[in-house]
C-alpha cells in the first residue's frame, strides 16, 4: 500500500493531497521509534534515542490507490517536560496515532487522558483515530503487560482503529500508517474542504460564520 | 514614558496572583507545590541573570542618545517587573505547570512580554499595542539562558535541544501572551461600559476608542476584532479573533493595506463602515496599483496560514527566487512549519513570469553550457571567496551567456522593486500589525529582502511615519533575516548599515560552488553575498558549499538548509557561549558573534 517515495520532494507536482498526521501518548512508547521505521526505516538502539523536544516532524509521501498523497507527520513529546503547547499542533490534523507500549500497562491505561486532550483540542468530529500497541516483540521476551485483546477491545469501545506494531522488527509499521492514509482518504470530508496549504481561502464553517456575522454589523 | 499606563495593564494582569497572595498570607516563593524552595531558587537566579542580560544587551544596541533614555527606562520597568514576576510563581502553578520547573518558562515569559506589549513612541495614538523586533530578539535570548539554566540542573539537554525547546517555549509564551492581551482587552472594555452608566457619553465613547486603537496594534486582523467590540458593546468579545485570522487571510494583504490605511482618518465606530467597505471595494486594489506600478504582480500566498485563534505575535514573510511552476512561490518554504511550528508564514510572489523566464533561461543555458556543471568544475571559478570579478571565464560560457543575461538583469529589476514595496508598502505601513516579522529568501527573492532592508533605512532616513499608526519607529519591523544565494554585491559597511534595521539575527548562507551566481555576477566588484562570506562581524555566515552547488538546489533544500540555520532560535556561535561557558561552536569558519561584554556599540 504505502509504497516509499521515489524521488526528492522537488517533484511534489503530481500529489493529491496533503494529509497531517499526529503521534501521541505516553513517554517512551516509541513514537519517534515508529516514525523513524516508517520514513526513513532506521532502528536506534535504546541508548541511542534522545526525548524528544517539543515536537518533530517528517514529510513522507506515500501511494494509495495509485494516487500520491504527502504525509506531514507530527511526533510530539511525551515527557511532560519537553512538552510545549500541544494544543495548536492538534489544528488541521486529519488522523492521529495514539501510541502505548504493550510492556507498560501503565501507558495504556493513559491512553483516557490522551483521548480527552485530543476531544478537546482536535478541530474536527472527523478525525482518523488509530490505537497502536507498540513493541509487540516483547512477547519472545515474555515482557508483555497488554494483551492484545485487550487493546482491541478498547480501541473497539472507542471506535477507533487498532494495530500492534514493534518498531524494532518492523512488524505492521507500515500497515498502521497506511490504514489511517486509507480511513483518511475515504473521509474526503476530512481534507477536501479542509484549508489547503497552498490557498489563500481557508474559511472553515465556524470562522466564516464569524466574519459574516461581524459583516453585518 | 508612560509608566501609569503600564502599571495600569500590569495590575489588570496580575490581580488573580495578588489577590491570593494576600488572602493566603504564605510567600508566594514557596507556594509551588511539592517543589519549595528548590524551585524558587533557580527562579529567581534567573530572573536577576535576565536583568542583567537585557541591560547587556541594551548597551549593546542603545546608540543615540534617545535610545539611551529609553535604555533608561527600560531598565526601570525592568526592575518593576522582576519585583512583579516575584509574586508569580503561585499563579504559574495554578495554571497545572507545578510539576515540572521548565514548564514554568513559557507562562513566565507570556507575563514578561504582555508587559512590555504597550508602546511608548511619541506621536503614536497612545494604548497603542505592539510587540517590537527588539524586545523579541531579547526575549529569545533570555528564554534560551533560562531554558537552559532550568534544564542544565540534570544536564541532559545539549545545546541544539535546549536551543530548539526554548525556541518552542517562546512561541509558546507568545501565544499565550495573544490570548491573556485578547482577554485583558476585552476585560476592560466590558468594565469600561459598566462603569461608564454615570459618566458622560463622550467619556464612555473615549474609552471605547481607545479600546479600538489598542486592539489596532496588534494586527490588521485585530483592528477588525476591535471595531466589532466597539460597536456591539463588548457581546462580539468572544468572536474576537475567531474569524479574523482566516479574513486576514483570505481577503489578503493587498486589501488589508486599505483597511490599515483607514485606521489612520477614522476612529471609533466610524470605522466599521469604512472598513468593511474597503475590504470589498476597489479602493485596495487601486492604491496597491498606483503604487506598485512598476510591479506587475505583488501578492501572498500562505505557506502557514494565520490560525483562527488568538492571532500569533510574529509572523514570517518569504520569497522564493527559482520558479519554475506556480507552486515554486511556496513549495519551498513547507518544511518551515517544521522548524517553527506556529509561526504563519506569507509567501511573497512578484512578477513571476520573469522569475520564471530567469528559471527557464537559466536551465537552457546550463544546458547550452554543460562544460561547467560539476561542481568541482565550478568551484575553480568560484575559489576566491566571493571576488568573482577576478575569474577568467571560458569563452563558451560568455558566448552563451546572452541567453541569460537579460531576464536575469530584468530580474534584478524587479526583486529590487519588490523589496522596496514590501518595505514600504506592507512593513512601514504596518499592514500586517505591530508585530515582528521573519523575513527568508533565497537567489533573488533574497535579493528582494536586502533592498526591503535598505528600503527601510531609506524610510528611516528620510523621516517616515506611518500613515496608518503614527509610529515613526523602523528599527522594530524586522526581527530576523535569512538570505541564501543572494546576488547581492555590496561593501561592507552597506551591509552592516542594513543590519542595522533588523533587530535580531542576520544570516547569510553560501555556496562557494555556486557557479552560476558567480557568472551571472560576473562583472561586480564586490564580494557577492551569496558566494562568500559577508565580512561584518555582526552577520552569521553558514557555509552550504556542501548542499548547493547551483541555485536551483536551494529551492529544494531550504528545509535542510534554514535547519542548519537554526531558524527561529538562538544563534550558535560565539556570544551565547559566554553566558553559558559550554556551547559548542556549531559551524566552523563563520564569523560567530560577539560577546556582548565584549562587544562595542556597532550597531546603529
Not at chain 1, 513493541?135 to 487493546?151: F, H, I, T, Y
Not at chain 2, 552547488?549 to 556570544?575: K, N, T
Amino acid at each position: 500500500m504505502a509504497q516509499p517515495p521515489a524521488a526528492a520532494s522537488s517533484d511534489s507536482r503530481d500529489i493529491e493531497a496533503t494529509f497531517k498526521l499526529l503521534l501521541i501518548g505516553d513517554s517512551g512508547t516509541g513514537k519517534s521509534s515508529l516514525l523513524l521505521r516508517f520514513t526513513d526505516d532506521m532502528w536506534l538502539q535504546p541508548d541511542e534515542v534522545s526525548a524528544t523536544i517539543g515536537v518533530d516532524f517528517k514529510v513522507k509521501v506515500v501511494e494509495v490507490n495509485s494516487k500520491k498523497y504527502k504525509l506531514t507527520i507530527w511526533d510530539t513529546a511525551g515527557q511532560e517536560r519537553f512538552r510545549t503547547l500541544t494544543s495548536s499542533y492538534y489544528r488541521g490534523a486529519q488522523g492521529v496515532i495514539l501510541v502505548y507500549d504493550v510492556s507498560n500497562r501503565s501507558s495504556f491505561e493513559h491512553l483516557q487522558t490522551w483521548f480527552n486532550e485530543l476531544d478537546t483540542y482536535s478541530s474536527s468530529g472527523l478525525v482518523v483515530k488509530m490505537i497502536v500497541g507498540n513493541k509487540s516483540d516483547k512477547d519472545v521476551s515474555g515482557g508483555r503487560e497488554v494483551p492484545r485483546k485487550e487493546g482491541e477491545a478498547f480501541a473497539k469501545s472507542m471506535g477507533t482503529l487498532f494495530i500492534e506494531t514493534s518498531a524494532k522488527t518492523t512488524y505492521g509499521v507500515r500497515d498502521a500508517f497506511a490504514e489511517v492514509v486509507h480511513k483518511i482518504v475515504e473521509t474526503p470530508a476530512l481534507w477536501q474542504r479542509s484549508p489547503a496549504q497552498r490557498s489563500n481561502v481557508s474559511l472553515n464553517a465556524e470562522s466564516a460564520s464569524d466574519s459574516s456575522s461581524m459583516c453585518a454589523c | 514614558m508612560n509608566h501609569d499606563r503600564t502599571a495600569a495593564l500590569l495590575h489588570h494582569l496580575e490581580a488573580p496572583s495578588r489577590r491570593q497572595s494576600t488572602t493566603e498570607k504564605v510567600p508566594p516563593a514557596d507556594a509551588g507545590p511539592g517543589t519549595g524552595a528548590a524551585q524558587a531558587h533557580p527562579l529567581a537566579r534567573s530572573l536577576r541573570m535576565w536583568n542583567d542580560l537585557l541591560c547587556v544587551d541594551l548597551a549593546r544596541w542603545a546608540d543615540g542618545s534617545a535610545t539611551a533614555a529609553a535604555v533608561e527606562a527600560l531598565k526601570n520597568t525592568t526592575q518593576d517587573r522582576t519585583l512583579l514576576l516575584a509574586a508569580l510563581p503561585k499563579q504559574v502553578a495554578a495554571a497545572g505547570c507545578d510539576a515540572e520547573p521548565l514548564q514554568l518558562v513559557p507562562p513566565l515569559l507570556a507575563q514578561i512580554l504582555s508587559a512590555s506589549l504597550e508602546t511608548d513612541d511619541d506621536g503614536a495614538p497612545s494604548h497603542l499595542l505592539a510587540y517590537d523586533a527588539r524586545t523579541r530578539a531579547m526575549l529569545r535570548q533570555m528564554t534560551f539562558e533560562l531554558t537552559m539554566h532550568l534544564a542544565g540542573a540534570n544536564d541532559e539537554l545539549d545545546a541544539a535541544a535546549t536551543g530548539k525547546l526554548a525556541a518552542l517555549f517562546l512561541s509558546d509564551a507568545e501565544q499565550r501572551a495573544a490570548q491573556i492581551v485578547s482577554q485583558v482587552s476585552a476585560a476592560s472594555h466590558t468594565s469600561s461600559e459598566t462603569a461608564g452608566r454615570g459618566r458622560t457619553p463622550g467619556e464612555a465613547a473615549g474609552d471605547r476608542a481607545r479600546a479600538v486603537r489598542r486592539w489596532a496594534g496588534i494586527g490588521l486582523a485585530t483592528v477588525a476584532g476591535g471595531v466589532a467590540v466597539g460597536v456591539t458593546g463588548g457581546l462580539a468579545a468572544p468572536f474576537i479573533g475567531a474569524g479574523l485570522g482566516s479574513l486576514f487571510a483570505s481577503v489578503g494583504l493587498a486589501s488589508a493595506s486599505a483597511a490599515a490605511a483607514g485606521m489612520g482618518t477614522l476612529t471609533g465606530a466610524a470605522i466599521v463602515g469604512s472598513l468593511f467597505g474597503v475590504t470589498g471595494g476597489g479602493l485596495a486594489a487601486f492604491k496597491m496599483n498606483k503604487r506598485l506600478k512598476d510591479l506587475d504582480e505583488f501578492r501572498f500566498e500562505a505557506v502557514a496560514p494565520e490560525p483562527a485563534g488568538a492571532l500569533p505575535l510574529v509572523h514570517a514573510i518569504v520569497v522564493s527566487g527559482w520558479i519554475q511552476t506556480a507552486r515554486d512561490v511556496a513549495a519551498p518554504w513547507h518544511d518551515l512549519t517544521a522548524l517553527s511550528p506556529l509561526m504563519p508564514i506569507n509567501a511573497l510572489a512578484f512578477d513571476t513570469k520573469h522569475l520564471m523566464a530567469l528559471t527557464t533561461a537559466a536551465m537552457d543555458f546550463a544546458t547550452e553550457t554543460a562544460v561547467v556543471t560539476t561542481a568541482t568544475q565550478a568551484a575553480q571559478f568560484t575559489v576566491l571567496g566571493g571576488l568573482v570579478s577576478a575569474v577568467v571565464w571560458p569563452v563558451g560560457l560568455l558566448q552563451a551567456a546572452w541567453i541569460v543575461d537579460n531576464p536575469w538583469s530584468m530580474a534584478l529589476v524587479k526583486s529590487e522593486q519588490a523589496g522596496r514595496a514590501l518595505a514600504r508598502d506592507i512593513l512601514a505601513a504596518h499592514v500586517a500589525g505591530n508585530r515582528p516579522v521573519v523575513l527568508a529568501g533565497f537567489g533573488v527573492g533574497a535579493r528582494a529582502i536586502v533592498y526591503c532592508l535598505l528600503e527601510l533605512l531609506d524610510l528611516i532616513k528620510s523621516g517616515h511615519r506611518s500613515a496608518a499608526t503614527g509610529s515613526a519607529d523602523l528599527h522594530g519591523i524586522v526581527e530576523s533575516v535569512y538570505i541564501a544565494g543572494t546576488p547581492v554585491a555590496m561593501a561592507p559597511t552597506a551591509w552592516m548599515q542594513a543590519r542595522g534595521v533588523v533587530a535580531g539575527r542576520f544570516v547569510n548562507i553560501y555556496s562557494q560552488h555556486d557557479w552560476l551566481l558567480g557568472f551571472l555576477n560576473r562583472v561586480t566588484v564586490q564580494p557577492v553575498a551569496g558566494l562568500g562570506p559577508i565580512a561584518c562581524e555582526t552577520v552569521e555566515n553558514i557555509d552550504v558549499s556542501d548542499i548547493v552547488s547551483s541555485q536551483s538546489e536551494y529551492a529544494r533544500e531550504m528545509g535542510v538548509i534554514l535547519g542548519r540555520a537554526r531558524f527561529d532560535q538562538v544563534a550558535g556561535a560565539g556570544w551565547t557561549a559566554s553566558a553559558s561557558g559550554s556551547l559548542p561552536r556549531s559551524r566552523n569558519g563563520s564569523l560567530g558573534r560577539k560577546a556582548p561584554q565584549s562587544a562595542d556599540a556597532t550597531e546603529p
